[in-house]
């Protein structure tokens, strides 16, 4: 009964080239040695801002990305060496946007069909039963099933999105800002369709988000993200109520509280701007915003390491188990 999906050390960096000769001017380290597990049936949030390598780290989970080191494993075979079939059975991806991921030339019910053809899935009347089943599933009705991308709403296409999701009845679904592109009336709907689908199916979902307010109501456990490291991660009570890293506090503070009766301790604000992920600022990569930093911040880069009940951070200023 180990974890679903493990992944260890993930790193990726990109060489960024300039110039008329293109000579690499740096690296960007989009993910840096991120480590983390999902249990079956489980949310995982990731949370960070745009270019903190959420989405990167969602695709090196999927393998649209290969890693530039370390490794993700699906029950404790790393997916480098997975068939395309087994792996798509068990693993697939959301986008954030639902105008774009879906294929305009073909109807809904197409697309949605599309993953039983490639995987040779049934009988030609078995998959049209499934897809079916399907658009019943995530709120669809039959007669949607012959309309092009272009004829539903965001929303709608969201729910294409996710009935192709799950047309393969994968383990896990990596959801990446599933909800950024949509209206709030329609995030919470979307939100909603997919702990439905989670109680109903036994999924994990990896749900990455820019704001702590989505993942909120969605996430067991939440994880933070910046500059391509892991900064934070506990479950979901312990991460609002008791945030220990200063960007989690920073991020908390800007977003309404959940629980408004549970207090967060200090309030905490960001200095500056989000340094760019090129060569990013040495030691701890918060340090240049951090209102708390120390000497050694710049220099030394702290360990994630445990605090106590699955809670992991980032910081020199926290004390770790031992
Ligand atoms: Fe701030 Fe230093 Fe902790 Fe980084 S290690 S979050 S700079 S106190
Ligand atoms: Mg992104």
């Known amino acids: ?34 480590t983390l597990s999902v249990a079956p049936g489980e949310t995982l949030g990731i949370v960070g801002e745009s270019g903190c390598g959420k989405s990167t780290a969602g695709r090196m989970m999927t393998r649209l990305l290969t890693p530039t080191s370390g490794q993700v494993r699906l029950r404790g075979k ?10 798509r059975r068990n693993v697939q991806m959301i986008f954030q946007d639902p105008y774009s991921s879906l294929n305009p030339r073909m109807t809904a019910g197409a697309i949605v069909m599309e993953p039983l053809i490639i995987h040779r899935i049934g009988t030609p009347d078995e998959r049209k039963a499934r ?5 019943r599933r995530v709120g669809l009705r039959e007669a949607d099933m012959h309309k092009l991308p272009s004829e539903f709403s965001g929303g709608q296409r969201q729910r294409i999105g996710i009935a192709r999701a799950l047309a393969l009845d ?3 679904i990596v959801c990446d800002e599933p909800v950024s592109a949509l209206d709030a009336s329609i995030q919470a709907q979307v ?10 199916l036994g999924i994990a979902y990896v749900f990455i988000a820019h704001d702590l307010s989505i993942v909120y109501h969605i996430s067991h456990r939440v994880a933070v993200m910046y500059l391509g490291k892991l900064v934070e991660l506990a479950d979901r ?68 390491k445990p605090c106590g009940d699955g809670h992991m951070v980032a910081c020199h200023l926290v004390e770790g188990d031992d």
Do not use: W
């Not at 974890?3 to 001017?25: I, M, S, Y």
């Open 1 to 34: 009964n180990g974890p679903l999906l493990e992944v260890t050390d993930l790193t990726k960096h990109f060489a960024v080239h300039k110039g008329l000769l293109q000579r690499v001017a740096g690296h960007v380290q989009a993910v840096d040695g991120v």
């Open 78 to 87: 790393d997916i480098a060496g997975i068939e395309d079939g087994e792996l």
């Open 131 to 135: 897809t079916e089943d399907l658009f």
């Open 170 to 172: 994968p383990s896990v």
């Open 191 to 200: 939100v909603n369709l997919l702990m439905d689908l989670q109680q109903e």
């Open 237 to 304: 009570a312990t991460l609002y109520s008791n945030p220990r890293h200063p960007y989690t506090k920073a991020l908390l503070s800007s977003v309404p509280s959940p629980d408004p009766t549970v207090s967060r301790g200090e309030r905490m604000l960001l200095a500056g701007d989000l340094p760019s992920p090129i060569n990013p600022p040495s030691g701890c990569r918060f340090h240049t915003r951090c209102p708390v930093a120390i000497s050694r911040c710049k220099s030394e880069v702290p360990a994630f």
